[in-house]
């Protein structure tokens, strides 16, 4: 079984983003990287490259869950925003604070894996197991329809054992019966379902 999980990702259409916009979906990044985080007991050492290229470790079990709380962050920061997510599974080491020295066959996947990406495509594992690669084209079809609000609300609604839909409504001022219809609309039942079931095997 694979020791990590590596996410290298890159903004959709950076050349296009004021220096404000970009900066915007950094600090979503740094914040969903803060979360993840506490979800998984260890750092996630979140490194920003290249101008609009990232990249972070996350716990093997929590793959999906995870993509969809990067994903969400950064729609979360703008209209039409989001990011690109290769993911590399595997062992690997990080010497440092940051993933500047890192190395290992889970973070040359990864690399590889957002190279080869279409364009069109927003997540891809080649190297994960059958279930996460037939789970990642159908969960990317449902979260690139998801508006910023849609996207907050899956921010609150995805950690393991998160609040309740009540919770949120009160966390953002809601009520209860729009959150609701927000997530019958964005389709995050079914996806924080399939997030249980990769877990729980």
Do not use: N, Y
């Amino acid at each position: 079984m694979a020791d990590l999980a590596v996410f290298t990702g890159d903004i959709v259409k950076s050349t296009k983003l004021t220096s404000a916009e970009l900066s915007r979906i950094f600090d979503g990044l740094q914040d969903v990287a803060a979360t993840l985080a506490l979800w998984q007991g260890a750092p996630t050492r979140l490194t920003r490259f290249r101008g609009d290229g990232w990249q972070m470790t996350i716990a093997p079990r929590l793959t999906l869950r995870a993509l969809l709380a990067v994903r969400a962050a950064v729609r979360r920061a703008g209209k039409g925003f989001d990011t690109r997510i290769g993911v590399g599974l595997g062992d690997g080491s990080v010497p440092g604070d940051d993933l500047a020295g890192a190395e290992g066959e889970a973070f040359v996947r990864s690399g590889h894996a957002l190279d080869q990406m279409r364009r069109s495509t927003r997540m891809s594992a080649p190297d994960a197991d059958i279930s996460l690669r037939i789970a990642l084209p159908l969960a990317d079809q449902i979260v690139a329809g998801w508006t910023p609000k849609q996207a907050e609300i899956a921010l609150l609604l995805l950690p393991p054992s998160g609040p309740t839909q009540a919770d949120v409504a009160s966390a953002l001022g809601l009520t209860q019966q729009t959150v609701q219809q927000q997530v019958e609309t964005s389709g995050l039942v079914g996806l924080i379902e399939a997030c249980e079931l990769a877990e729980d095997t």
